[in-house]
């Protein structure tokens, strides 16, 4: 373990980048699910349901769920560390500062990563922890019927007015992350090719545009109706 | 033209340091900027005031010891240039400009704008050389190169060690002058053969000397005034990858 905290700043990039790309990755998946929540299809809340059976059932996900909480943890972990010492870089600011161009968002991944951060947590309280038992399952109009109910519980989360804004700004605030995340960690493993990085960069950007776009359809559905 | 200067005063490594306001009249705007400054420490000295220290040499933009953050950009606000070859056309008659030393830990002021940057040479005596016999000079093309590799390398070795990457990372790190130094000789052969050792020695050097870690902001790109490139630190990582990866342990 504290050799993890003693690898040379660029071994840590990788391995947050590796992460970082894994848990991009990952979020594909989880809106492909979550799409399911909309009624896309005429059996969509089977379908949504038999994918949540299977993503909190089945061992091979177990597994791939420890893999998940280490990449979190490990992305967290050196993106603080990362950071601290980068601001240790520069004890003194200087009077007038950030006019040089730059990747835009890239100047705010630390604002933009604790808010995620406390997303996590938000999104902790109301799902996983419900799956085990530790918080209360969110009541709202539609009863749950056990703690793996969450079609119901996602249904009263996003009927309250106030909730389904703040998770879409929350969403927002993801991609803003992911915007200059997606280029970053191919700049970061080493992958830069003169033909090939101009499209890295724009399926970045389309990525970070996409994915969010994606998730916020679905509490707006349930704000318009 | 007539300017007002806010300028950064520290008598030396340890005092605290301000800001002081000074006003020049009659600058030509064919003037270079550290001429005005001439300008300004001669009306000094007849004032029987310190004159203020900054560091310059050449004054044609190669030596990399003019180093002066302006107005919140490192070299001024012209593109692809040193301050010592800007001209205060660059500025609005009666504007003011704010002057500050390079701002990092491991560049520690030693008077007013000057700083030290031995950091880099430390960098550059970690690995930053080919350890190899000089005999006579070699027949032309007795060792083939690839072009885009020659080219490479001398766009690399246009660094002209000056710090304003790290002066305009908002990290203080130091990736694209340790990378183009990295490339400008793995890309050749002679530099290949050590590149393994000399990219992890370097990078540990850095790190050392607390620099900050690149965030791909690539603000740096957009202020060095030779125009090094940020594919230089994602080939610096690459060959790093490969040589934690890949080559023996290195005896320390
Ligand atoms: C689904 C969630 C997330 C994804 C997909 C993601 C993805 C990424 C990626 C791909 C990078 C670029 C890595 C690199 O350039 O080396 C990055 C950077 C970063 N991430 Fe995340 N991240 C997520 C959540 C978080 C969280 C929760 C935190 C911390 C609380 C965090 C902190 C950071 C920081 C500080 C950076 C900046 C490093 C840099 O600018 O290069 N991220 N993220
Ligand atoms: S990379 Fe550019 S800005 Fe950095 S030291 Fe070299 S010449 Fe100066
Ligand atoms: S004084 Fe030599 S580069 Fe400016």
Known sequence: MAKLLHYSSLTKKFIMAIAGLFLAVFLMVHLGINLFILPITENHVEIFEIAVHFMTSNPLIKVFEIVLFGGFLIHIIYGLILQIQNWMARPKRYKIEGFSHTSFFSKYMIHTAIIIFIFLVIHFINFYFVKLGFTEAPQGPNEVTNNHDFYNMVVNLFSTTWYAIMYIGLIIILGFHLNHAIQSAFQSLGLYHSKYTPFIKMVGTLYSIIIPLGFIIIPLYFLIN | ?252
């Open chain 2, 1 to 252: 033209m007539d300017l007002t200067l806010k300028i950064w005063r520290q008598e030396n490594a340890q005092a605290r340091g301000k800001f002081e306001t000074y006003k020049v009249t009659g600058i030509s705007e064919d003037a270079s900027f550290l001429e005005m400054l001439d300008i300004l420490n001669e009306s000094m000295v007849d004032k029987v005031q310190l004159p203020i220290a900054f560091d310059h040499d050449c004054r044609e933009g190669i030596c990399g010891m003019c180093s002066l953050y302006i107005n919140g950009r490192p070299h001024g606000p012209d593109q692809g240039i040193t301050v010592c070859q800007m001209h205060m056309r660059n500025f609005k008659d009666g504007s003011t400009i704010v002057i500050e030393p390079w701002r990092a830990k491991p560049f520690p002021v030693i008077k007013d704008l000057m700083i030290d940057r031995s950091a880099f040479d430390l960098i550059i005596q970690a690995g930053g050389y080919v350890s190899v016999h000089t005999g006579g000079v070699p027949d032309a093309n007795s060792i083939p190169i690839k072009k885009e590799h020659a080219e490479l390398a001398m766009d690399a070795a246009a660094c002209i060690g000056c710090g304003a990457c790290v002066a305009t990372c908002k990290n203080a790190s130091a990736m694209l002058f340790v990378s183009a130094k990295v490339s400008q000789m793995a890309l050749l052969p002679q530099g290949k053969i050590e590149a393994a050792r000399r990219v992890q020695k370097m990078v540990a050097e850095m790190d050392d000397l607390g620099f900050g870690n690149c965030t791909n902001t690539y603000a740096c790109e957009a202020e060095c005034p030779k125009d090094i490139k940020i594919s230089n630190i994602a080939r610096m990582n690459w060959q790093f990858l490969i040589a934690k990866v890949g080559a023996q342990k290195m005896n320390a």
